[in-house]
């Protein structure tokens, strides 16, 4: 399946609390959601071209880990 990378999330309705390297953090109230994007980064440095599907990657393994 072909995706497009997504750099970006935006949820309306929903406040975003940070945008990092490569998550980004949002309140739900009582609960914080980190959502991982496809952005790269090395050096302290975001990269112009994300990876496709990278952001869901990270998730499984945080599923698996955490």
Do not use: C, H
């Not at 959502?35 to 998730?59: C, E, H, M, W, Y």
Request: hydrophobic share 45%; charged share 20%.
């Amino acid at each position: 399946m072909q995706t497009s990378p997504q750099s970006f999330v935006d949820l309306p309705g929903i406040t975003k609390l940070r945008s990092g390297k490569v998550r980004e953090v949002f309140d739900l109230g009582d609960t914080l959601l980190f959502v991982a994007t496809d952005r790269i980064s090395a050096f302290d440095v975001i990269l112009p071209d994300p990876i496709p599907q990278k952001g869901a990657v990270l998730n499984q393994l945080s599923a698996f880990w955490f």
